[in-house]
């Protein structure tokens, strides 16, 4: 399933040179994406980087300053939020108390006037596909946090939406509830085939649901790709830092040669090699990204690698799966690396301060315009 792929697949959605300004902060700016049919998407970013401006474009609450968004191959400009083929499930669910969860649902079917029997109906296969059928009579109050999400959830699909936006929709969930949640919500999205778009400042969230991440900041879209490569070839240090636990170390780039890149960083210290990302010239400076898990730890200087930096053990965290040691090398850099306890002879007895290499392979790495 990669419709983005194909170069002759109608997109569901369009958003072409949009901005929106506040007066004159901008809030959104010129923004170019297609989403498709049945795609989990999500819209990543920190507080205030204009991901809900974004969406609640798409639902027709707020009106683009510049460009032009299509649903459907229809322009959405002056149609009005009800006109269109989307919903929009926000963070505190707005369910009404009064009603039973069984009204809760039906309540859109039934202010459009649909048919009785096909009301009730189209309930009956929304409290399954949720796995509520045993609550249908129950008040909000009489269920629980995880149980009123499903609900909302519920009532969001029951008109069919063909897009529904999700505002940080587990929010309001703890953590173990929240990761059950995530699993439900991809079922549920893919037995419907409706698209979804998900609004989380939850890297982890957005990396385990979607197809694809579009990672903003400051009104733009940085990024836009699967979760694995978002993680594996983030095009910015913008990208890798935001996404996961990265090591950016600084340098200058010494060579550049079939889509490697060779950086000096630091006197007394092997040259590293990675993949030559985004414009790069030679003599110029540029970040090594590496993630701490490509890392390897070892006493002896592993001669065999050409990317290997020695340092001093600061400290190590002992995380029962894994360990992590922070590692000081020259000018006080501090490298991380992240190794799998996977058996008791992977924990070898390094204790502090003791003078260990890190390696990695030249695929590992990144070497990223600065
Ligand atoms: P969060 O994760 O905190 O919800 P966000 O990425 O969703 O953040 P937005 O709510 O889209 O961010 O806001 C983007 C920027 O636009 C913010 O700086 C916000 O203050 C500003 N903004 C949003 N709505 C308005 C408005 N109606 N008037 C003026 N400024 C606004």
């Given at each position: ?126 409290l399954k596909l949720v796995q509520l059928e045993r609550f249908a009579r129950r008040k909000p109050h009489q269920i629980s946090g995880g149980q009123r999400q499903r609900v909302a959830l519920a009532r969001s699909l ?88 990265v090591n950016l170390i600084e340098g200058r780039v010494s060579s550049i040669d079939e889509g490697r890149a060779t950086l000096d960083w630091a006197e007394g210290q092997h040259p590293i090699t990675g993949q030559a ?94």
């Amino acid at each position: 399933f990669a419709p983005w792929t194909d170069p002759d697949a109608v997109p569901l959605i369009r958003i072409e040179g949009v901005t929106k300004r506040f007066g004159d902060f901008t809030a959104i700016d010129n923004i170019d994406l297609n989403i498709y049919r049945r795609e989990f998407f999500a819209l990543l970013g920190p507080s205030g980087c204009g991901k809900t401006t974004l969406m609640r474009m798409l639902a027709g609450f707020e009106t683009p300053t510049e460009g032009r968004i299509s649903i459907d191959e229809q322009d959405m400009a002056g149609v009005a939020p009800n006109r269109r083929a989307v919903n929009m499930m926000f963070q505190s669910y707005a369910l009404f108390p009064h009603l039973s969860v069984w009204e809760n649902i039906a309540f859109g079917l039934r202010r459009d006037g649909a048919d009785k029997d096909k009301i009730a109906a189209r309930v009956e296969e929304m409290l399954k596909l949720v796995q509520l059928e045993r609550f249908a009579r129950r008040k909000p109050h009489q269920i629980s946090g995880g149980q009123r999400q499903r609900v909302a959830l519920a009532r969001s699909l029951a008109k069919a939406p063909k897009l529904l936006l999700l505002d940080e929709p587990l929010g309001a969930l703890d953590k173990k509830l929240r990761q059950d949640t995530q699993f439900e919500l991809m079922d549920i999205q893919e037995k419907t085939g409706t698209t979804f778009v998900i609004v989380t400042h939850d890297q982890e969230e957005a990396m385990t649901v979607a197809s694809r991440v579009a990672v903003m900041d400051n009104g733009r879209i940085m990024q836009v790709a699967t979760p694995a490569e978002i993680y594996e070839q983030p095009n910015s240090v913008y990208v890798a830092d935001f996404i996961g636990d990265v090591n950016l170390i600084e340098g200058r780039v010494s060579s550049i040669d079939e889509g490697r890149a060779t950086l000096d960083w630091a006197e007394g210290q092997h040259p590293i090699t990675g993949q030559a990302s985004g414009s790069l010239s030679k003599g110029g400076r540029a970040t090594f990204a590496v993630r701490p898990e490509k890392l390897y730890i070892s006493r002896e200087e592993p001669t065999e690698r050409t990317n290997r930096v020695w340092g001093k053990i600061l400290d190590i965290g002992y995380l029962g799966n894994l360990s992590t040691y922070h590692v000081e090398t020259t000018g006080g850099q501090v490298i991380k690396c992240e190794m799998i306890n996977v058996s008791r002879i992977d924990r070898r007895d390094y204790t502090w301060d003791d003078e260990v290499w890190l390696s990695w392979s030249d695929t590992a790495g990144l070497v990223l315009p600065e």
